[in-house]
Structures are given as C-alpha cells and as structure tokens.
C-alpha cells in the first residue's frame, strides 16, 4: 500500500514538472506564428515599451495537445501587467480564421484589460500590439496565455468502455443467478 502512494506523489511530482510556461515578447515579432497553448503549456507575452519596426505585432495561439490530439481547449488570456502613457497604443484580441475582432483595449479603453477573457472552444486566438507611429511607445503590458480543456477525449472514450465491460458483468451475474434459481428449481421435488 505504502509503495502505491509512493508511485503516485512521484506520479504527480512528474506532471507538475512536465508543465511549463513559455516567454514571449511583442518587441521581437518579425514572422506571425502560431502557439499551442493546452494543460501543460502556456505563455507570458511582454511589452516592455519598445518601438515595433512594423507599427503592430501579432502573435497566435490555439488549444492543441500533440499528446491528446482529440482533446478540445479554450485559449484564455489575463493582461497581469496594463501600464500605457501613451493613447495611440492599442491590443486586439482577434478570433477564428478570418480575423474577428472580439476586445479591444487601450489607455481610454472603458474595458478593464485585467479581466480574464476566453475564446470558444476550438478558436485560434491572435493577440495583435499596435504602437503609435510617432514612437512615443511607453509602458508595459504583460498577458498571461493560458488553455481550458472543455473535452477529453480520453475520459469520454474511458466511460463508454466502462460502461459496456459493467454492463456485460452486470448481465452475466443476472443471467448467471437466473440460470442458478432455474437449476434450484428444477432439482426441488
């Protein structure tokens, strides 16, 4: 009993581990790629007040687990850190494969950007930094890219096969006390 629990906490300890947290930033966004976000990756994307070459910066994420590919995720994303001084910088947070605008904050902005905001399940998110043109770009954002798993696969798949091996345990031990009472039956005078 004692090496069972051992095995688990070790069990446990290794998932812990096996999580982990990536660190992107908007200053460096030259190539627009896409990020799997799942129960074990997520992201921190940081401004730190730079000037973005290109005016804006956009960067993806979907809810995918190569691990569990029938597995369905949400992104969620939480802006921990919202400092601007300046109202020509601008997020948008962009859903689906067409682009559509779902938030919008800014320094004006009457929506609190440190609420915690997710997509539909399935939806490929794009988180997209607008800087002003004249490169008075001060301030600091930090958002935290998380996933919701809204569908396992696994457990769906775990519940059927249980369900059908308790059943047909259920009716053999049914059908097992019916042949026993009928047998009784017929050896009683």
């Excluded at 300890?13 to 990756?41: E, G, M, P, Q, R």
């Excluded at 600091?140 to 809204?150: D, F, L």
């Amino acid at each position: 009993m004692r090496k069972l629990s051992v095995v688990c906490v070790l069990a446990y300890v290794l998932h812990l581990t096996s999580a982990w947290t990536d660190y992107l930033t908007f200053d460096s966004c030259s190539i627009y790629s896409i990020h799997n976000v799942n129960n074990d990756k997520s992201y921190v994307v940081n401004w730190n007040g730079a000037h973005i070459d290109t005016f804006s910066c956009k960067i993806g994420f979907h809810g995918f687990d190569y691990d569990n590919p029938l597995d369905e995720y949400k992104v969620c994303i939480t802006a921990t850190t919202w400092d601007l001084k300046n109202s020509h910088i601008y997020m948008k947070y962009w859903t689906g494969l067409n682009d559509e605008l779902k938030k919008m904050y800014s320094q004006n902005s009457y929506d609190s950007p440190t609420t915690e905001w997710c997509a539909e399940p399935g939806d490929y998110v794009d988180v997209e930094l607008f800087t002003s043109p004249d490169g008075f770009d001060q301030g600091q954002i930090t958002i935290s890219v998380t996933a919701e798993r809204t569908y396992n696969y696994g457990a769906t798949v775990g519940a059927i096969v249980g369900g059908v091996i308790g059943g047909l345990a259920l009716m053999f031990i049914v059908v097992t006390a019916v042949i026993i009472v009928a047998c009784r039956r017929k050896r009683s005078p």
